[in-house]
């Protein structure tokens, strides 16, 4: 039914209330006060695909069975990176798993990955995955380490830059997104450097 069509019988609806002593009471809720109203059924009825259009962008439902979580969480997700995949929060994966009744004991992976173990690794000529296996992470906790730690995709590290070509792009008043984009600079480097030469940031 059309969007206006629905919204004209809910008007019609309500002129036919006329001078119902009950038209205009907000003391309780609306099923209770006009639950006994044959219009009011009518209107709720016509209503309800209205209030379903309105909200329908504002609900994700979390779309996955079991079978596909354990896959996920055995290849090496946490349940942060599956709901950062299924576009849900973690919350929504928590409810999930105690309505599925699925309990998941600690990770077999490793909590943090060694700079220098990954180093060597990668001169060796590892490829990621294979890094991912010796060092026993998941690919979700390796992806997030090169990019804190800013590797490139070709797993070396982005040439740090400079004092001088730092103090350099901020006396040209060159962004921190800038400085950090294409000097590989974080944003307490670039406050210090600032501090240092008496620059307001």
């Not at 962004?175 to 940031?201: D, F, P």
Request: aromatic share 8%.
């Amino acid at each position: 039914m059309d969007k206006h069509k629905q919204i004209q019988i809910i008007n019609k609806l309500l002129d036919q209330c006329g001078d119902c002593p009950l038209r205009y009471r907000q003391d309780g809720h609306p099923d209770k006060v006009h639950g006994h109203c044959a219009l009011y059924h009518e209107m709720r009825k016509v209503g309800k695909p209205l209030w379903a259009e309105k909200h329908r962008d504002k609900y994700v439902k979390l779309v996955i069975s079991s079978d596909e979580y354990m896959e996920l969480r055995n290849i090496g997700f946490n349940d942060e990176e599956i709901a950062f995949e299924k576009g849900v929060s973690t919350s929504t994966i928590r409810r999930w798993k105690q309505k599925n009744g699925i309990r998941v004991g600690r990770s077999k992976y490793k909590s943090k990955i060694d700079k220098i173990d990954y180093e060597e690794l990668v001169k060796e000529g590892l490829r990621p995955s294979q890094i991912q296996k010796r060092l026993g992470v998941s690919r979700g906790q390796l992806e997030l380490f090169r990019h804190a730690n800013g590797y490139k995709l070709d797993g070396l590290r982005k040439p740090l830059s400079s004092d001088k070509e730092i103090l350099q792009a901020i006396i040209d008043k060159k962004s921190n997104w800038w400085i950090q984009k294409y000097l590989h600079a974080g944003a307490k480097r670039v406050n210090r450097i600032a501090r240092e030469h008496g620059i307001a940031r």
